[in-house]
């Protein structure tokens, strides 16, 4: 075994790589000895490993921490040590590996993460988190999609465990993989990568992902948001898939899906239906309009005062979104209508009685006035409370209960205002170095150098049209979705 572990041991050196150059040599001169020791000696591995596992830190030596766990966990849970140590040993690696190193082994690393995101190692709940610290820990911008996510949203909410993969799936992603133009990199353990530099098929960080699996991955997003009611993100990501570049503008099942539930979800965030998202084609909102009239239908009467013909609509057409598995997000939907109503009062009142209020709104869940004010008040308090209302209920001298409204920045304090500005100039920051790759690549793609040459042969009186017609127009749908994402 002490041999074993002299050379899981010897990475890294005490006397740290002074460049770039040097660490990269010394990481695949000792990949090369592991990789000796994992193809002829693998017998021993299993038996020695779980006592090398105890001499090795996976914040440390990951690299070869990842070589004997990936030997004793995978194809199946080694018999040398118990399954809850190695559970265990699982848990540790997946939150503690550094993240540079790391880089070196993506096959073995997306081995574990799969057999992790599988959810059959641990439980759910642990397994998401684990798997959610992991994938920021590769890439802490989160903005590069990888078949890790696929895992990690499937996981989360196939099993209800939404919370603790917010980490990951509220970040904003900006790379795909396949994406045209990334570059080479020189090092991999260079830290001022982009994520698709190093995030990759070569690497075996991630496979390719084809468009089915990128829009399953914002339709869970977007049920994962329902499910929180944050109707605002879950506008965005079914939006996305709405919008999907199509060939011919066509749509898919996963598309016209989205598209039924944006139309929810935009009367649940807005209060109305909004104006179908560009860049739809004229196609495909044509291919929305027909396939998604029921839920239209449905946004069109939520518009009115007629709180029984809602009802009615939704009641004769139940078994459309029971197929569509839809029933929770209309039954929001009848919840919402009665609290769009009270909003609207604002535009007429600065403040009204309960019992005005009760007279002048209804339910759309059961077609007519709440029967007291009292349902009313708590109405209004529920709303005051989730943020949704900006108002106060008071009492007069004879007892009657008022709502006042307020202006949304009256509840908002000199100190509150003052750590939002903050935290936007944080996200500015932050986007800075993803704007750079974006630019980067944007300016080495030769579509956009073809355009550019283009332009610059047209007089000055033109330029302005051009950069806003030609350039969308000289690239068909397929050219778009090589440079989104590669199709396989």
């Given amino acids: 075994m002490d041999q074993y572990a002299a050379v899981l041991l010897s990475f890294p050196p005490e006397d740290t790589p002074p460049d770039f150059e040097s660490y990269d040599k010394a990481v695949k001169n000792h990949l090369n000895q592991v990789t000796r020791i994992l193809k002829d000696k693998s017998a021993d591995l299993i038996t020695y490993g779980p006592q090398l596992l105890e001499l090795l830190n996976p914040a440390v030596h990951s690299l070869s921490y990842l070589a004997v766990l990936h030997t004793l966990i995978l194809p199946g849970l080694a018999t040398s040590a118990s399954r809850e140590y190695l559970l265990e040993k699982v848990v540790l690696f997946m939150i503690s590996f550094d993240g540079l190193q790391i880089r070196y082994a993506g096959p073995h690393l997306q081995d574990v993460f799969a057999a992790v995101g599988g959810g059959q190692l641990l439980p759910p709940s642990v397994a998401v988190e684990i798997l959610a610290t992991a994938i920021l820990k590769l890439d802490p911008t989160g903005s590069m999609l990888t078949a890790s996510h696929i895992l990690l949203v499937r996981l989360a909410y196939g099993t209800n465990n939404i919370e603790p993969a917010l980490q990951v799936v509220d970040k904003s992603i900006v790379f795909y993989p396949g994406m045209a133009n990334r570059g080479e990199p020189q090092y991999l353990c260079d830290p001022s990568l982009p994520p698709p530099s190093y995030i990759a098929r070569e690497t075996g960080l991630t496979a390719i992902l084809k468009p089915q699996l990128v829009m399953e991955y914002d339709l869970l997003c977007g049920m994962m948001y ?263």
């Avoid at 929810?264 to 396939?291: C, F, I, Q």
């Fill in 226 to 488: 329902c499910s929180r009611r944050d109707w605002a993100k879950a506008s965005e990501a079914f939006q996305r898939i709405v919008t999907f570049p199509a060939r011919e503008n066509g749509v898919n099942k996963l598309m016209v899906d989205a598209y039924k539930r944006w139309v929810l979800v935009s009367l649940l965030w807005k209060g109305k239906h909004l104006d179908n998202p560009t860049p739809s084609g004229h196609m495909a909102n044509r291919y929305y309009e027909v396939l998604g009239k029921p839920y239209t239908a449905i946004a069109a009467l939520f518009a009115t005062d007629n709180a029984q013909a809602l009802k009615h609509e939704v009641d004769s057409n139940a078994q459309i979104w029971q197929e569509d598995n839809n029933i929770g997000l209309m039954q929001e939907v009848l919840a919402a209508y009665q609290k769009w109503q009270v909003l609207g009062l604002q535009h007429v009142y600065s403040k009204i009685s309960i019992p005005e209020v009760r007279r002048e709104t209804k339910s759309a869940e059961t077609g007519g006035n709440l029967p007291k004010d009292e349902d009313v008040e708590t109405l209004i308090q529920n709303m005051i409370i989730s943020g949704m209302l900006h108002g106060v209920v008071e009492k007069n001298d004879d007892g009657t209960s008022f709502l006042t409204f307020l202006s949304p920045t009256t509840s908002l304090s000199e100190q509150d205002f003052a750590k939002e500005l903050a935290r936007t100039a944080q996200r500015l920051q932050n986007l800075r170095p993803l704007l750079r790759a974006t630019d980067e690549r944007l300016g080495t793609h030769k579509e956009y150098i073809k355009h550019v040459i283009k332009e610059s042969k047209r007089d000055k009186t033109q330029q302005d049209y051009a950069v806003g017609h030609h350039f969308e127009d000289e690239v068909d749908d397929e050219d778009l979705m090589g440079g989104i994402v590669s199709t396989g």
